[in-house]
């Protein structure tokens, strides 16, 4: 009976032990096309590049394109680096993480790919902006943007005959007119840290420089002069929201704001599926954060969402190159904006979703500015710190432990910063 | 005889308790099952809202989550990891929690081995991740064989740390009276103790068969971009930063749990009826 | 005779041994050697790094994070590993007891250990935010109006709960399978002298399971000390930081950020740590065993 048992468990490993073979191989069908792989850090559009893998292989019949959407791109890529088993393109966001990628050597400069010429400027500068040291080339081609500001309820608005504030005085007064009718102006998901970044770097872009980190850096500033006027508005903020904030995650927060428990909800446009999943019917408009006391001082803030860099390694960057060609086709990007509700990086006349209905006047004019997250190095954590100062709301204990731990964190990057300086002068 | 028949009662007093504790997982596993059934317009923040039953009871989410994970392809991936990984855990640790079980009091060599590999417990897993990640590639390992092989190793700590717990309750002598008739250590192991261990091969069974079946790192680390899927990374599809679909989530999860459950309900049976009752005197 | 048979057995254990050591060292003992290493440099994870020498060790002993974060978690496991052992004995005796539906009952309390954690988050979250609140208000306790998750005081509670309701399922089972190596005939010969309840339980059955006892302490502290998954699904380190395990630091901001350098520096005191706490513990508990 137990020998038995044993001989069936023997067995069985051994099928199984046979089958992993068999599944093994069978993987690897390569028919002398050149095979283009893409690494694409959002899940969230796999569906949309699943069409555009599927219909350029069956346009294409030199090029064999794979592109895969994994979840937690940033650690696959990461694990896959150290067992240099580099992808040909990575699709990855303009942020530190770039930054990082550009310091390795690892991503190929790629100044002489044609379509950069199609990219809006704007963009092409905040990723050189996102450089360490100034670096010798271009790495990047951005795809998508997205804006942080303000959505709100448009539907509400009308209604109630409430205007698009266009300064900070204006903003406290709507707020005050809303929480007047006995609505909640703003609601807020401050359980999850990343959230207390959005309305911070909206109202970063209007009150304090582009490079206030690269001015740190060089030791030029600090972040007790630069970030004071945002950390007390920030504070005024908060008297417009629940009384609870800490206690509700992203996701409440975007179910209470779809339901109409909220007038206003200080977040970014990325926001918008999520919100719309709950409310179809929601009418969604946005504008951006009037955190200056003059409107001229108002700056949209917007950011690389989506770029694609090619890799050092890559076998063969015609290839990738066509590959690239074909992501940028005009189509292909509208069809990317409008399922993903984002801004486009290239220049042309698409066709804007409706939500950014009230930031189209920035865009156009390109009046935007980087997210300030961007610079910050993400095991500083910023955005607990941010929480921690919204709950203890202590300006100055904020500030300074900010300045305190600037250096520690950016150790390595200062002294960078500070070896090119003293090599190239002070150029920059 | 009286104290046989006042056995046969049922415990009352432990029947309340254990109803009333029940209530502490009811409850969240109706949530599961009734978001699971929900689409995601009918999610609110009150607590009626959350607490209500769906407006149909419709397996439309389902169907979509098992299309979204490729779940019978995924379902393959996790079963044979699964069930591959438990039998060699309960083969090579029992062996290994047995040498080390039956020496350890008395050998310093094997007391510093068990020693060095229950330690092994504590080593978190992202100072390995980087170092693994690169090895496994080199030793040609970067797939599912690599995965289990893992699976062994992370899960020996603890699996031996429990056989040689137990060996403490199987008496020497067992093993003595099979020498008497002359068989080796080998075979003694074999047809004596291995068979009185079995409610110990149920709770290692469990024990492991869990840890892998709802692991996500190693998989992600060790199998990345070979474009095979394990569940629970398959799962992560639901969720980003930007937005995750619980509803899509619960039902998955919900269909992911299933098979656990079924292999722990075989499971509890063998720990339940364990031999050694009867074995140890 | 005697000799050959001893020599045999002798060979038998180091054939068994050597090999299955050989494996564990290959991949467990070397990988973490080579982490080791990286934590003396400044590494990111990926592309060039530099040799720092003991920099990130004397990082590591002025980070009020990493300070914090260690008090944090020994302070949860603690508490959780007293509650969970406490439950989930008596949770196994009933279970062991003579009850209708036995089947039923261990499945059940077995859930909350399947349940994955996006579904664990979710729904304590929910708990802790709505409805703990409006059941606090309704009959009139002040203290619990509020979310506990988002009181930076208490948030570690919440956090011990959902430890402790996971975990108590897999302790329970362990402490199941010790009762079954309780043999039938001790109780009958206790119930002749006497022993019934409580008495029966402190000296004839926790006696006879302290070994599995040993083992549910150790699992519990190990469980615990690396509390990660619970900590990423209800707080994500919040409020203000103050939920933020070590096992938390080391994987958010050695992987996913790029201090990989640094905190592998904190994994390996926090091994060191953790490895001793334990070593204490076992030989506390197998000095226990011996003197019973």
Partial sequence: MKGKRIKCLGLALCCMASSLFVCGCGASANDGKTEIEIVQYKPEAANYFKTVEDEFNATHDDIHLKISSPNDAMTILKTRFIREDYPDIIGIGGDINYSYFV????????????????????????????????????????????????????????????????????????????KAEGILPFYFGFKDTWTCLAPWNSMAVDLSPADTTKQVNRGETTFSKEYREISEKYLELLNYGPDDPFAYGYNDACTAFARGESAMYPIGSY??????????????????????????????????????????????????????????????????????????????????????????????????????????????????????????????????????DWPRYNRDIIRLVQEYEKQHGNAN | MTKKNANMHTNKVAMVLLILGLSTIIFPLYLTIVIAFKQPSEMTNSISGILSLPQSWSLNNFREAMEVTDFWHSLGNSLLITLVAVGLSIIVHSLMGYALGRNKAKNKFYSFVYLFIVSGMFVPFAILMMPLAK??????????????????????????????????????????????????????????????????????????????????????????????????????????????????????????????????????????????????? | MKEVMKNERKRTFLLITIP??????????????????????????????????????????????????????????????????VISLILALGLNSRIRAKSFFRGAYFLPNILGALVVGYIFNYFFTYILPAAAQMIGLKGLSTSILSNPGVAWIGIMVVCAWQAIAMNTIIYISGLQTVPEDVYEAGGLDGATGWKQFRYLTFPLIIPFFS??????????????????????????????????????????????????????????????????????????EEQL
């Fill in chain 3, 20 to 85: 299955i050591l050989a494996l564990f060292i290959c991949f467990n003992t070397i990988p973490l050697i080579r982490g080791v290493i990286y934590s003396f440099t400044n590494f990111k994870g990926f592309g060039k790094y530099n040799w720092v020498g003991f920099q990130n060790y004397l990082d590591l002993f002025t980070d009020g994070r990493v300070g914090k974060s260690y008090w944090f978690t020994f302070k949860l496991a603690i508490v959780s590993t007293v509650v969970t052992n």
């Fill in chain 3, 215 to 288: 083992i549910n302490m150790v699992l519990c502290v190990k469980n615990f000390l690396m509390v990660f998954d619970q900590i990423m699904a209800l707080t994500k380190g919040g409020p203000a930081q103050s939920t933020e395990s070590i096992s938390y630091l080391i994987y958010n901001n050695g992987m996913s950020g790029g201090q990989f350098g640094f905190q592998s520096a904190n994994a390996v005191v926090f091994f060191i740590v953790i490895v001793i706490v334990s070593v204490a513990q076992m030989k506390f508990s197998s000095s226990k």
């Fill in chain 2, 135 to 281: 090895q496994t590639a080199e030793m040609g390992l970067a797939n599912w064989f690599g995965v289990i092989i893992l699976y062994v190793v992370f899960y020996m700590p603890m699996n031996v740390l429990l056989y040689s717990g137990y060996l403490v309750n199987i008496p020497m002598a067992l093993e003595e009276a099979a020498k008497v008739d002359g068989a080796s250590t080998w075979r003694t192991y074999w047809k004596i103790i291995f068979p009185i261990m079995r409610p110990m091969h149920a709770t290692v069974a469990v024990l492991t068969a869990l840890a892998v079946w709802n692991d996500v790192m190693t998989p992600l680390v060790i199998m990345a971009g070979s474009g095979q899927n394990t569940l629970p990374l398959a799962q992560l599809n639901f969720q980003s930063q930007f937005g995750t679909n619980y509803n899509l989530a619960f039902a998955s999860y919900l269909l992911a749990l299933i098979p656990i459950l079924i292999f722990y309900i075989i499971c509890q049976k063998q720990i339940l009826n364990g031999v050694v009752n009867g074995a140890v005197k």
């Fill in chain 1, 103 to 178: 310091d390795a050597e690892i991503l190929a400069d790629i100044s002489d790919y044609s379509g950069l010429q199609n990219i809006n400027q704007g963009y092409l500068d905040i990723d050189e902006a996102l450089e360490l040291v100034p670096t010798e080339g271009i790495f990047a081609v951005p795809y998508v943007a997205n804006a942080a500001g303000i959505l709100y309820n448009r539907d509400m608005f009308e209604e109630h005959g409430w205007q698009i504030p266009e300064n900070w005085e204006e903003l406290k007064a709507l707020c005050e007119n809303i």
């Fill in chain 1, 271 to 404: 926001a918008a599926p999520q919100i719309l999943s709950v409310n179809p019917d929601l009418n969604l408009d946005s504008f951006v954060m009037p955190a200056n006391d003059s409107k001229d001082g108002n700056t949209l803030n917007s950011g690389v969402d989506l770029q694609f860099c090619v890799m050092a390694e890559c076998k063969n960057k015609e290839a990738a190159y066509e590959v690239l060609d074909f992501l940028f086709a005009d189509e292909n990007i509208q069809k990317y904006i409008d399922a993903q509700t984002a801004i486009p990086c290239k220049e042309g006349d698409f066709q804007l979703p409706s939500i950014l209905d009230g930031m189209t006047e920035y865009i156009t004019s390109g009046n935007m500015k980087d997210y300030q997250d961007h610079y910050y190095p993400s095991e500083m954590a910023v955005d607990a710190q941010i929480q921690t100062f919204l709950l203890n709301k202590d300006v100055d204990a904020f500030l300074t432990k900010f300045d305190n």
